[in-house]
């Protein structure tokens, strides 16, 4: 069965450096989403990328993140210049209509 | 935008007992109720969903209820099994067309043996 996979599973950072977290949607689908998960709260979505663009975004989606897909097949994100509160767990997720598949996620740990 | 509400934040349940978690959502047009489950160290998986056309849909041993009027949904799961311990989280879309999920804040079921 179809999945979407992510890389890393988790990746350490210092403070101010980037990072870019990179998922494979399932190919069929329209619709890319990212998430993030502070660790014991609720998902809280970040930005949604449709027909190559950004379809809507959250209030946490500032300047200092841009998504991307570079080819046919992966979705990016990028933090520019991380702090130590985007420390979570991000979940790229894609679907065809509504039904939302996720990823296993990517742990950002920011030092 | 979309407010979910989610109840208990936690719920222990014997094994083979019945487990309810209810959500409710403040947007009137939300049309798509997903619930997810989640285990730890994964990503959220769909385990059922329901569209705002229905009022209750059952897969097995696992069943979701709709009150559009009261805007709330409930997960309902018979005959509990130890590997129904998770984190479950409800959703909604909050408008026709815009595909942006909202989650309730998640429910901590632990089955007993």
């Known amino acids: 069965e179809p999945e979407v996979t992510q890389t890393p599973s988790h990746q350490v950072t210092q403070m101010g450096q980037e990072v870019i977290l990179r998922c494979v949607p399932i190919?069929?689908?329209?619709?890319f989403y990212w998430y993030r998960q502070i660790l014991g709260q609720k998902v809280e979505f970040l930005v949604s990328?449709?027909?190559?663009?950004?379809?809507?975004k959250s209030e946490i989606f500032d300047d200092q993140f841009s998504v991307e897909r570079p080819d046919g097949s992966n979705f990016t994100l990028k933090i520019r210049s991380t702090k130590l509160e985007d420390s979570a767990m991000y979940f790229c997720?894609?679907?065809?209509?509504?039904?939302?598949?996720f990823g296993p996620g990517t742990r950002l740990t920011v030092l | 935008g979309e407010n979910v509400e989610q109840h208990p934040s936690t719920l222990s349940v014997q094994e083979g007992d019945s487990a309810v978690i209810k959500c409710t959502y403040s947007?009137?047009?939300?049309?798509?109720f997903p619930w997810y489950k989640q285990e730890l160290g994964k990503g959220p998986q769909l385990i059922i969903d329901?569209?705002?056309?229905?009022g209750e849909k059952k897969d097995q041993r696992i069943a979701v209820t709709l009150n559009k009027t009261a805007k709330h949904f409930s997960l309902h799961i018979t005959e509990t099994q130890p590997e129904d311990s998770a984190v479950y989280f409800c959703?909604?879309?909050?408008?026709?067309?815009?595909?942006?999920?909202?989650f309730g804040t998640g429910t901590r079921l632990t089955i007993i043996p």
């Open positions: 997720a894609s679907n065809p209509t509504h039904e939302q598949f």
């Open positions: 190919s069929n689908h329209l619709y």
């Open positions: 990328f449709y027909n190559n663009e950004i379809s809507e």
């Open positions: 947007d009137s047009a939300s049309n798509y």
């Open positions: 329901i569209r705002s056309n229905v």
């Open positions: 959703a909604a879309i909050g408008n026709f067309g815009n595909e942006k999920l909202t």
